[in-house]
């Protein structure tokens, strides 16, 4: 865990529970609030931060995201819909046994055709890349776990934007041979116990893992997914490259 993990969490965390609500009771509520609430998840060292001038930083971050949001909701003041499983999945391939999952943002309803608008909100300052997998699963996971056709996608970028961004939604067919074929790759992988990282040395995914395991990390907890949370301490080696400069 890392704090712009936590600020990502702590604000996806409030947007989406508003898609559960009809569009008239989502800002009753003030943002803010719920905010608070979700803050104290990650606080302190749950999320990564070892004093608290950057704790407020990054706090402070997520009010003025929330704040942007709540003078220009655009569609989370509309209509939306709600897949109604805990995490949407479906058989990507029965013959492999493989089975994709994901939880998507945001699902806007477009009653012009019937049709839905694929919402991600983005907390960072990095934007996704073009090659990114990240929409091609969303989009195979949205066409397969509900009925209405995909009719669009777009990011959000809540730190500068007042409205999302569309982008080009991928191939269908293109999408799920990709996702399958690295899907495939992972499985066997998890068979032989075989798990060659393919940029070496120097991975940065790698690295903080391997910490870990020489037992250089510190546990702080388990989160919603049941999954062991640790930190590293506080160095420059392991901070953004904008809170170095």
């Known amino acids: 865990m890392q704090p712009a993990l936590a600020l990502g969490q702590a604000v996806h965390e409030v947007l989406e529970a508003l898609s559960q609500l009809p569009t008239k009771e989502r800002f009753i509520t003030p943002l803010s609030e719920s905010f608070e609430v979700a803050w104290q998840k990650v606080s302190g060292k749950k999320g990564g931060f070892f004093d608290k001038e950057?704790?407020?930083?990054?706090?402070?971050?997520?009010?003025?995201?929330?704040?942007?949001?709540?003078?220009?909701?655009?569609?989370?003041?509309?209509?939306?819909?709600?897949?109604?499983?805990?995490?949407?999945?479906?058989?990507?391939?029965?013959?492999?046994?493989?089975?994709?999952?994901?939880?998507?943002?945001?699902?806007?309803?477009?009653?012009?055709?019937d049709s839905v608008h694929i919402l991600d909100f983005k907390t960072g300052k990095k934007r996704e890349d073009k090659d990114s997998l990240q929409l091609p699963i969303y989009y195979l996971l949205v066409h397969n776990c509900q009925k209405r056709k995909v009719s669009g996608a777009s990011y959000w970028y809540l730190q500068e934007k007042d409205e999302p961004e569309a982008v080009d939604l991928p191939d269908l067919e293109k999408a799920e041979e990709?996702?399958?074929?690295?899907?495939?790759?992972?499985?066997?992988?998890?068979?032989?116990?075989?798990?060659?990282?393919?940029?070496?040395?120097?991975?940065?995914?790698?690295?903080?893992?391997?910490?870990?395991?020489?037992?250089?990390?510190?546990?702080?907890?388990?989160?919603?997914?049941?999954?062991?949370?640790?930190?590293?301490?506080?160095?420059?080696?392991?901070?953004?490259?904008?809170?170095?400069?």
């Not at 003041?77 to 998507?104: E, F, M, T």
């Not at 075989?194 to 907890?221: N, S, T």
């Open 54 to 113: 950057t704790e407020e930083r990054y706090k402070q971050r997520g009010f003025e995201m929330l704040k942007k949001v709540r003078l220009h909701p655009g569609p989370l003041a509309r209509k939306a819909v709600k897949i109604k499983v805990d995490l949407p999945h479906y058989w990507l391939s029965s013959k492999d046994n493989i089975i994709l999952c994901g939880k998507i943002d945001w699902l806007e309803y477009l009653e012009s055709d």
């Open 178 to 245: 990709q996702v399958l074929a690295i899907a495939k790759q992972i499985k066997l992988a998890r068979q032989f116990e075989k798990f060659e990282c393919r940029e070496g040395k120097e991975c940065w995914a790698c690295k903080d893992l391997q910490a870990i395991q020489r037992g250089e990390a510190e546990f702080v907890g388990v989160n919603d997914f049941k999954q062991d949370i640790y930190v590293l301490g506080k160095t420059a080696e392991n901070l953004p490259e904008s809170e170095i400069l």
